[in-house]
Structures are given as structure tokens and as C-alpha cells.
Nanobody, 116 residues
């Protein structure tokens, strides 16, 4: 079955950086685009970034453009989210998601805290 496992979250100071990973299994990874979402307490889940199946195309929410970069390594079935210049409002649980078998598949999420 489809499995997505996020990792790399943690506590970082404002202005700091983190690199999240999303390891995938159970499907032909290189055929599918992947999205990153985040959800802060009391807020709706929001789309942060997306990357095409081959990694040629990416898109970002306006709130993270210029600070976040998503990439992928299809040989490792892994997608990355490099987050720089993190702001306090970036604190959330971050999820990767992929549309496979007719529905969105989600990982368990990784917590990012931004605090001094």
C-alpha cells in the first residue's frame, strides 16, 4: 500500500532553516507529483509547495516563495522541502501528499516549531 513518511521536523529559531524529507513506498514514485501541506493549530491545512513527477516544475504558496525549495530524488523515492528564513507563523505540522489510486494519500506529518 501507499506509504509516506515525513521526517526532519524540530525546533528552530526564527530565521533558521530545516530540511524535511518525505520517503515514499508502495507505488511508482517517479510517475507522481507530490505536494507539501502544513497545518497550524486552529487553522486549516494549507498547500505550501508542489513538485512534478520529474522534478521539472515546482510551485509555492506566496507566503513561502523565495524561502522554501522543494526537490526530489526519484532514485530514493524521496521528496525534500528545504525551509530557510523560517518565521514564527511557519510553525505547523508538515505533511506530504500524493494522488494515487484515486485519492489523496498522506503521511503522518512532522512537527516544526519556530521559537526563540
Amino acid at each position: 500500500q501507499v506509504q509516506l513518511v515525513e521526517s526532519g521536523g524540530g525546533l528552530v529559531q526564527p530565521g533558521g532553516s530545516l530540511r524535511l524529507s518525505c520517503a515514499a513506498s508502495g507505488f511508482t514514485f517517479g510517475r507522481y507529483g507530490v505536494n507539501w501541506y502544513r497545518q497550524a493549530p486552529g487553522k486549516e491545512r494549507e498547500l505550501v509547495a508542489g513538485i512534478s513527477s520529474g522534478g521539472d516544475f515546482t510551485n509555492y504558496a506566496d507566503s513561502v516563495k523565495g524561502r522554501f525549495t522543494t526537490s526530489r530524488d526519484n532514485t530514493k523515492s524521496t521528496v525534500y522541502l528545504q525551509m530557510n528564513s523560517l518565521k514564527p507563523e511557519g510553525a505547523a505540522v508538515y505533511y506530504c501528499s500524493v494522488w494515487v489510486n484515486g485519492y489523496w494519500n498522506w503521511g503522518q506529518g512532522t512537527q516544526v516549531a519556530v521559537s526563540s
